[in-house]
């Protein structure tokens, strides 16, 4: 195995992550949730231009928290109306749901998708905005400042959490859904998605996380990778803060939106693949949420790559869902 720019790997499999971890975390989402589950979400069903045999797509709209109307895919079995599992999908930093086609293999398999599309990024979800500062980019730091005067449920993230959440309890009251064979998938942004609703939905039974991102912020800034998908760090300091005469605090702030903090609450089974040479999402933040979770686990490793397709993983991937 080569040395890699993080942990020695032995190191890694205790390692217990850096960022600060706000005191009343527990509280902050559970009052999130609670917000959550007071709206009414209005659902709209609204057939898709795509059609394809023994298929039925769905553009599915609902209303969630700051009354945005977030949008998925969804896609279900034609003429299959007896409980099937389904799965949610999750996609990357500034993607959007995907294309339809790239969903049929679970349908084929039997199972209903939603394929969510995140606020304020390339689909078709709304952002309602409502925060101060930078809006432009940059969805780590939407919030921070109001965060920062205390107000942290502005954070997007905490929104884009609770809509993972929202649309997991959406699809299991679908009354063709079997709500107790739920799974989750998503890599890189889409696997921080998987964790976050894997801990805030009990009920989901099988994840599948693929190098997660926005775990240990400390650390990751720390390894000076606060670049790429990490960049607004940075740029955040340069800005707003650059003397660090407040980074104590903005890394305690950042810690409501830190998956690793959200990781214990978990009961799903995990599956988690990572590359240890990934400089995108280092394995180190990887690990402080991994080494947090104390349901079945499995982490499968890819010594010689990074953020980047992991070659045979999709097979496994799909293999332990269909296991639902």
Known sequence: MPLTFDLPFEQLSTYPGKNPRPIDFDSFWDKGLAEMNSIDPQIELIPADFKTLNVECFHLFFTGVGGARVHAK????????TPHPAILLFHGYTGNSGEWFDKLGFVAAGFTVAALDCRGQAGLSED????????LHGHIIRGLDDALRGEPEKFLFQQIFLDTAQLAKIVMEMADVDANRIGLMGGSQGGALTIAC????????????LYPFLSDYKRVWEMDQAKDAYKELQEYFRHSDPNHKRESEIFEMLGYIDIQFLAPRIKADVLWGIGLMDNICPP?????????????????FYPDFGHEPLPGFSDKAFQFILGL
């Open 284 to 300: 180190s933040s990887q690990f402080a949420s991994y080494n947090k979770i104390t349901s079945p686990k499995t982490m499968v």
């Open 128 to 135: 309602k905005g409502n925060v101060t500062g930078n809006t």
């Open 74 to 81: 969804l896609l279900r079995p034609a003429n299959v109306r």
């Open 198 to 209: 894997a801990a805030l939905e009990p009920r989901i039974k099988r994840a599948v996380a």
